[in-house]
């Protein structure tokens, strides 16, 4: 099964507020959604996550 996730798990991942994820996919800065469902865009977790270390906006879990 593959790991899908909506804009309300990129904003937790990202630590950002969802309404950023909605303006990202709504201007293009977020990589193509894999599917529209009706409850929004989906994507597979790690093409969220290589974009995000790509584009320097990855979140490090590490706590120091």
Do not use: C, F, K, Y
């Not at 990589?31 to 490090?60: C, D, K, M, Q």
Request: charged content about 25%; overall charge negative; proline content about 9%.
């Amino acid at each position: 099964m593959l790991d899908i996730v909506g804009p309300g798990e990129v904003a937790s991942m990202l630590r950002v507020h969802p309404v950023t994820v909605s303006r990202w996919q709504r201007d293009g800065v977020l990589p193509p959604p894999e599917a529209e469902l009706n409850r929004g865009p989906v994507w597979r977790r790690t093409t969220i996550t290589e974009w995000a270390e790509l584009t320097g906006r990855a979140v490090s879990d590490a706590s120091e």
